[in-house]
């Protein structure tokens, strides 16, 4: 197992930074964890009947959505798909959520490390 440091930048979209660095560096599969912050998410809530997620949007105000808790994975798939699953849980001055990361927009960053495990995680986990 090796573990890469990644500091996602401002106004950067956290999936789409996280492939780039995924891609760039061939990893495979492996864990996400970090903390930091958000100026915007959107959350999901998976429903399993209709396999689709109920969507909520945050916006950060006079404070960032503060990552309290991000944790999830990533798997490369054939053809080079990157797949990331993440999960967070935001505080706020009224309270926190947490849900299934949709879309995020670091702000001022985020710190993330990245646990590759260098095996192909796809026999195991069918993200979508």
């Given at each position: 197992?090796?573990?890469?440091?990644?500091?996602?930048p401002?106004?950067?979209?956290?999936?789409?930074?996280?492939?780039?660095?995924?891609?760039?560096?061939?990893?495979?599969?492996?864990?996400?964890?970090?903390?930091?912050?958000?100026?915007?998410?959107?959350?999901?809530?998976?429903?399993?009947?209709?396999?689709?997620?109920?969507?909520?949007?945050?916006?950060?105000?006079?404070?960032?959505?503060?990552?309290?808790s991000?944790?999830?994975n990533?798997?490369?798939?054939?053809g080079?798909?990157?797949?990331?699953?993440?999960?967070?849980?935001?505080?706020?001055?009224?309270?926190?959520?947490?849900?299934?990361?949709?879309?995020?927009?670091?702000?001022?960053f985020?710190?993330?490390?990245?646990?590759?495990?260098?095996?192909?995680?796809?026999?195991?986990?069918t993200?979508?």
């Amino acid at each position: 197992m090796h573990v890469y440091t990644v500091k996602i930048p401002e106004k950067n979209i956290v999936h789409d930074y996280l492939k780039e660095y995924i891609l760039a560096r061939g990893l495979r599969g492996g864990i996400i964890i970090g903390i930091g912050g958000l100026e915007y998410a959107e959350l999901g809530y998976f429903n399993p009947t209709t396999r689709n997620y109920h969507t909520k949007e945050l916006k950060a105000g006079e404070t960032i959505l503060e990552v309290t808790s991000l944790i999830g994975n990533y798997i490369v798939k054939q053809g080079g798909y990157v797949n990331i699953h993440i999960h967070v849980t935001l505080s706020t001055p009224s309270g926190a959520i947490g849900g299934h990361l949709l879309k995020g927009v670091a702000l001022p960053f985020l710190e993330v490390f990245l646990m590759e495990l260098n095996e192909d995680l796809s026999k195991v986990f069918t993200h979508r």
